[in-house]
């Protein structure tokens, strides 16, 4: 069905009660793998860490990809993220995938108190130093926005390097990720966005810059139920925030859709498997399936089962 395409789920999913995140989050990659998925990805919150779960995940989970979507690279020094993900790679064997975003200016600015400048700029130059040190082991890059210098090597001993993958949206985002990282993590980016503008912005700044033809990695809201109507509302509620936001905005009138809520796919199983076909066939080749658990446990683990037989 998929053609090797990989399937894999967002976690947190949205139905997480247990005492410990950490023991829980293990426990749900377990269950995914099992489920025949192909791979986690962990987000970032500004409570548990992205990199640090990535890293346990990974070594207690073999035979499942792992990965960040995403971390935002606002306040979070290239070095540092550097050696958080080659520790990840190591952990699981060279299964990690690093995926990184500028984040939401507001909520950058909410958290931090400030935000960067030049954006753009400021992920070029990160993107190099990510580079440069997966690639060799050493940087020595002073930028306008980024310094980074290490006085001894900055490889991880046991990490292959790691592939890096960008929340990219806009057209300056998607230059940067296509010239310099291995493919991008859109979210809210239906077909008619993949097909007519995402995929040929990244394909053709990869082709530009001599790299090979970029990743899409496409995070798309699902479950699977028989009670659509109680999914949907729920899905406007915990979507309606990105209604708002800019960067989300523009791709949601590209797409021609009022919110983003309409882009989400509820319904059984053939809903999904038709989803996941119109997505593949606009250029993806990596589906992420979010907010699985916002209609309960039992919807969730049927949307697992039913993403994991179109592997």
Not at 180 to 191: E, K, N, Q, V
Not at 246 to 272: F, K, Q
Not at 282 to 299: F, K, S, W, Y
């Amino acid at each position: 069905m998929t053609e090797n395409a990989r399937i894999g789920v967002a976690l947190p999913a949205g139905a997480e009660s247990a005492d410990n995140i950490v023991t829980e989050t293990v426990a749900l990659a377990r269950e995914a793998r099992d489920a025949g998925l192909a791979a986690v990805w962990l987000s970032q919150r500004f409570d548990t860490d992205a990199l640090t779960l990535a890293a346990v995940v990974g070594h207690a989970v073999p035979g499942l990809q792992v990965g960040t979507s995403v971390v935002p690279v606002p306040h979070r020094h290239p070095l540092v993220v550097a050696g958080q993900a080659q520790t990840a790679q190591a952990a699981s064997a060279g299964r990690f995938v690093l995926g990184i975003g500028l984040g939401a200016p507001a909520l950058v600015t909410a958290a931090y108190g400030s935000a960067p400048q030049r954006p753009i700029a400021h992920l070029r130059e990160y993107l190099d130093v990510l580079h440069d040190v997966f690639a060799t082991g050493t940087v020595d890059h002073v930028g306008e926005t980024v310094t980074a210098r290490p006085p001894r090597s900055a490889r991880v001993v046991g990490a292959d390097p790691v592939p890096v993958l960008v929340a990219a949206m806009g057209p300056q985002a998607l230059q940067a990720a296509g010239e310099r990282a291995d493919g991008t993590l859109p979210f809210l980016a239906g077909p008619r966005t993949l097909e007519s503008y995402l995929v040929p912005r990244i394909a053709a700044a990869a082709q530009s810059a001599g790299r090979g033809a970029p990743r899409v990695v496409v995070a798309l809201a699902a479950v699977v139920t028989a009670d659509v109507d109680a999914a949907r509302a729920l899905a406007r509620e915990q979507l309606s925030f990105y209604d708002t936001i800019p960067s989300y905005r523009a791709v949601l009138d590209r797409e021609g859709v009022a919110h983003a809520a309409e882009l989400a796919v509820i319904g059984d199983e053939r809903t999904l498997a038709r989803a996941v076909r119109s997505y593949l066939d606009a250029g993806a080749t990596e589906i992420v399936l979010t907010q699985t658990g916002l209609a309960g446990d039992a919807a969730r683990v049927a949307t697992w089962r039913a993403a994991g037989a179109l592997g």
